[in-house]
Nanobody
Framework: QVQFVESGGGLVQAGGSLRLSCTAS????????MGWYRQAPGKERELVAK???????SYPDSVKGRFTISRDNGKNTVYLQMNSLKPEDTAVYYC????????WGQGTQVTVSP
């Protein structure tokens, strides 16, 4: 399986922005849909952004209008631009494919203070 490494998380105040990056160990993003997931303590992992092979995207209502997913197939990298962050966005963020799930990486912590 391909390995993913997430980065870009950190501490930010409510209303701030972060840009997350996910890199793959080998070519992958040009072949399958990719998504960003998050998991807060005591909560199940949820999909918060998806980008398909044709570069179309989808988001749940909780983040729609605030988060933007994009991909650079040449760099084997997928990004998540997060704006207008809220405390409820606090979680560990992971990337993976909704269609061809690979091993889960260690994620990157996003903490939003009120």
């Amino acid at each position: 399986q391909v390995q993913f490494v997430e980065s870009g998380g950190g501490l930010v105040q409510a209303g701030g922005s972060l840009r997350l990056s996910c890199t793959a160990s080998r070519s992958f993003f040009g072949l399958f849909a990719m998504g960003w997931y998050r998991q807060a303590p005591g909560k199940e992992r949820e999909l918060v952004a998806k980008v398909n092979r044709d570069f179309s995207t989808s988001y749940p209502d909780s983040v729609k209008g605030r988060f933007t997913i994009s991909r650079d197939n040449g760099k084997n990298t997928v990004y998540l631009q997060m704006n207008s962050l809220k405390p409820e966005d606090t979680a560990v963020y992971y990337c993976n494919s909704p269609n061809r799930e690979q091993n889960w990486g260690q994620g990157t912590q996003v903490t939003v203070s009120p």
